[in-house]
């Protein structure tokens, strides 16, 4: 069973500040990971993706994610936060045996304080 | 120019009653999503597209139909709406990311 985990569910950083936020996920074969972000009262837009190559992307607005196999880990993070940046994140993965079905995790609401 | 987007926004529906909500996508993908939110949770996957006239079940299909009758248009149905079906329903459609609605608040009475 694929699962994709969130273990904070709410993260409260400074303007400013770096943050960091965990994605864990349990897949077997290739996987295909993404962000994406959620803003009060709006749809998911897409940040940023892995499948393949260089284990750090970047994403928009600054967003950055490294992919670790062997933790089984898709950290997204930023360098400075703005209070923009205040919204849910959601980390999601797809696999095998269907790769057009995204599994999301629970979400991270980001608080950024001024 | 917003390329999905959802109708009704919102709709309180009273028990037993039925429900449709719409999705319409400008993207020209072939598939399409629906997801339901429920307070503080991720998205939980109730029907998928890849094709007009055929659809698939999620992970929670039970309670919900699903219609594509075109390849822009994707329609989720409830036929007897019950309490437990208040949540927030987003449409979605894809190619290699998915691209969502604004999202339908559907309360049941």
Known sequence: TQTVSQSDAHVTVFEGDSVELRCNYSYGGSIYLSWYIQHHGRGLQFLLKYYSGNPVVQGVNGFEAEFSKSDSSFHLRKASVHWSDSAVYFCAARGMPNYNVLYFGSGTKLTVEP | ?109
């Open chain 2, 1 to 109: 120019e917003a390329a999905v987007t959802q109708s009704p926004r919102s709709k309180v529906a009273v028990t037993g009653g039925k429900v449709t909500l719409s999705c319409h996508q400008t993207n020209n993908h072939d598939y399409m999503y629906w997801y339901r939110q429920d307070t503080g949770h991720g998205l939980r996957l109730i029907h998928y597209s890849y094709v007009a006239d055929s659809t698939e079940k999620g992970d929670i299909p039970d309670g919900y139909k699903a219609s594509r009758p075109s390849q822009e248009n994707f329609s989720l149905i409830l036929e007897l709406a019950s309490l437990s079906q208040t949540a927030v329903y987003f449409c979605a459609s894809s190619d290699t990311e998915q691209f969502f609605g604004p999202g339908t608040r559907l309360t049941v009475l």
